[in-house]
């Protein structure tokens, strides 16, 4: 957690997109170090960012917001109106974030559906591969 000299440090007026710390188990503001536990829902982003809105947490006194995890452009681990968009937070660093699949911008909508169809393209070409390697179900798939 951050010491009150510190939590100046990125304070600004403008939206900012930042990783959360943790306390335990419960989420704070890397800046202030307020506990942000009770904001967790869909916040808005900064225009330079692929999507309007993201789920996580938001800090009101720093003007950060505090995305959530997702692994994958899928964000398997979420309903189906969510989907995963890759950016770079203020510090550098890259990871996915959780966005509602209504809030895409229109060119990341075009960007997520074509990875979705570029998948599905892999997945049938494994298919097809094992339906070559293993015809009528002779011999038995690795991994079952």
């Known amino acids: 957690m951050r010491t ?3 939590s100046t440090l990125f304070r600004t ?8 710390e943790r306390v335990g188990r419960r989420s704070c503001c890397p800046d202030c170090g307020q ?20 789920f996580g947490w938001k800090c009101e006194k720093c003007n950060n917001v505090l995305p959530s995890h997702t692994e994958s452009a899928e964000a398997r681990t979420f309903n189906d109106r969510i989907c995963g ?4 937070f203020r510090d550098g660093s890259e990871r996915w974030i959780p966005v509602p699949k209504a809030s895409l911008t229109e060119r990341e909508s075009f960007r997520h559906r ?13 298919r097809e591969y094992d339906d070559y ?6 011999g038995d798939k690795p991994d079952q």
């Open 35 to 54: 506990l942000v536990g009770d904001s967790k829902g869909t916040h808005g982003l900064p225009d330079a960012f692929p999507a309007t809105k993201v």
């Open 133 to 138: 390697r293993y015809p009528s179900g002779k």
């Open 13 to 20: 007026d403008e939206l900012q997109i930042a990783n959360y």
């Open 114 to 126: 074509r990875k979705d169809t570029v998948q599905r393209q892999i997945e049938a070409g494994i």
């Open 85 to 88: 968009v890759y950016v770079e």
């Open 4 to 6: 009150e000299n510190q």
